[in-house]
C-alpha cells in the first residue's frame, strides 16, 4: 500500500457504499426489513469520506465543471438515502428503513450516474498507478472485481425493473382501455381510430419511467465489458430477449421467460462476490496496517522535532558552565 492507493482506496470504498444501495431499489430479503444500524453506518461513513480535505473532494476540486457536477449529485445522493428525512430512503417512527416505492427509478439512475463519475476517478488513478510503476497486483484485482460485480449486480437489477415497470405499463393500459370501452358502448378500443392509451396519464407516466429505466440499462451495460466475455454474452442474451418489450418476440409462458430474463448476470454475481469482499478486507486490512505505520513514523519525527530544542539548550547550558 502507498499513499496515491490509499487516497484510491477511499473512492473505491465511497463507490462500494453508492452499490451496496442498489438493495433499495428492490424488497427486502429479510423478515425485518432493511437494517436501520447498516443505514446509519454507512450514511456516516460516506459523509466523512466526501467531506473537505478528502481525496474525493479533491478530485472533484481539480476536475472543473465534471467535478462540480460529481459533488453536487453525492450531496443529493447523500441527502435522499442517508439525510435525517431522507426524500427517497428514511426512518419511519417506529424505527423501520422505509424506501419510497414512487422514486425508485430516481434511484436507480443516481446510483448508475454516481457509478458512472467514481468509475472514471478509478480508472484514472489505476493509469496513473500503473504509469509510475506504483500500482500493486492486489489492489488493482481489488478495482477490477468491484467494477465485475457492481455492472453484474445493476444489470441484473435493471433486468428486473424493467419487467417490474413492464407488468405495471401494460396493467394500467388495460385498465383504461376497459375503461374507455365501457365509456363508449363497449366497443373494441383498438378498433377505435380515436383511442389512444397515451391519452391517460399515467400510461404516459410509466412509459417515461420505462424509457428511462432503459436507458440507465444501457449506461450499466455499455460501460463495461469489453474485456470480458462472460459478461458480453449475457450482455448480448439480455439485449436479445429485451425484444419482448417491443413485441418483437411473443414468448408462450411470459412468467417463465422473464424469469430467465432475469437470470442472466446470477453467475458472475455468484462468482464474484465473496471473492470481491474477502479481497477488500484484505486490502482494507494492508490499509490500517499502512496508516498504523505512518501515524507511527510521524508521531516519531514530532517526538524527534521536539526533542531537539532541549538539547540544543541543555549544550548551551553545558558551555556555559564550562566558561
Not at 478509478?122 to 500503473?130: E, H, N, V, W, Y
Not at 516519531?300 to 538539547?311: L, W
Request: aromatic fraction near 10%.
Amino acid at each position: 500500500m502507498n499513499d496515491a492507493e490509499r487516497n484510491i482506496m477511499t473512492i473505491l470504498t465511497i463507490s462500494r457504499i453508492v452499490e451496496n444501495c442498489l438493495a433499495y431499489c428492490l424488497p427486502p430479503q429479510g423478515p425485518n426489513g432493511f437494517s436501520v444500524e447498516d443505514r446509519r453506518s454507512k450514511g456516516e461513513a460516506i459523509v466523512a469520506l466526501t467531506a473537505e480535505g478528502t481525496p474525493f473532494y479533491a478530485n472533484c476540486l481539480n476536475n472543473g465543471e465534471l467535478g462540480d457536477k460529481l459533488y453536487e449529485n453525492m450531496s443529493y445522493f447523500i441527502d435522499d438515502v442517508f439525510g435525517e428525512n431522507g426524500r427517497i430512503v428514511s426512518v419511519d417512527i417506529h424505527n423501520n428503513v422505509q424506501v419510497e416505492q414512487s422514486l425508485i427509478v430516481d434511484l436507480f439512475k443516481q446510483i448508475v450516474d454516481l457509478r458512472l463519475y467514481l468509475e472514471a476517478f478509478l480508472k484514472s488513478g489505476l493509469k496513473f498507478l500503473r504509469e509510475n510503476e506504483m500500482l500493486e497486483s492486489d489492489f488493482e484485482e481489488l478495482v477490477n472485481l468491484d467494477m465485475r460485480y457492481y455492472h453484474a449486480f445493476a444489470g441484473k437489477i435493471s433486468c428486473q425493473l424493467l419487467v417490474d415497470k413492464f407488468l405495471e405499463l401494460n396493467e394500467n393500459a388495460n385498465s383504461y382501455a376497459q375503461s374507455y370501452s365501457k365509456a363508449h358502448g363497449n366497443i373494441d378500443p383498438h378498433k377505435d381510430p380515436n383511442f389512444n392509451p397515451d391519452d391517460d396519464p399515467s400510461v404516459r407516466m410509466l412509459k417515461n419511467e420505462f424509457h428511462e429505466l432503459n436507458q440507465a440499462m444501457v449506461n450499466v451495460l455499455n460501460s463495461y465489458g469489453e474485456d470480458d466475455p462472460e459478461f458480453r454474452y449475457a450482455r448480448d442474451d439480455v439485449y436479445a430477449e429485451s425484444e419482448v418489450f417491443s413485441g418483437k418476440r411473443k414468448p408462450t409462458d411470459t412468467k417463465a421467460y422473464f424469469k430467465v430474463y432475469n437470470s442472466h448476470f446470477d453467475k458472475i454475481i455468484m462468482k464474484t462476490q465473496n471473492e470481491l469482499n474477502n479481497k477488500y478486507q484484505a486490502v482494507a486490512s494492508d490499509l490500517r496496517q499502512f496508516e498504523e505505520t505512518r501515524r507511527a513514523e510521524i508521531a516519531a519525527q514530532k517526538e524527534k522535532a521536539e526533542a531537539q530544542p532541549e538539547a540544543v539548550a541543555k549544550e548551551a547550558s553545558n558551555g556555559s558552565d564550562g566558561e
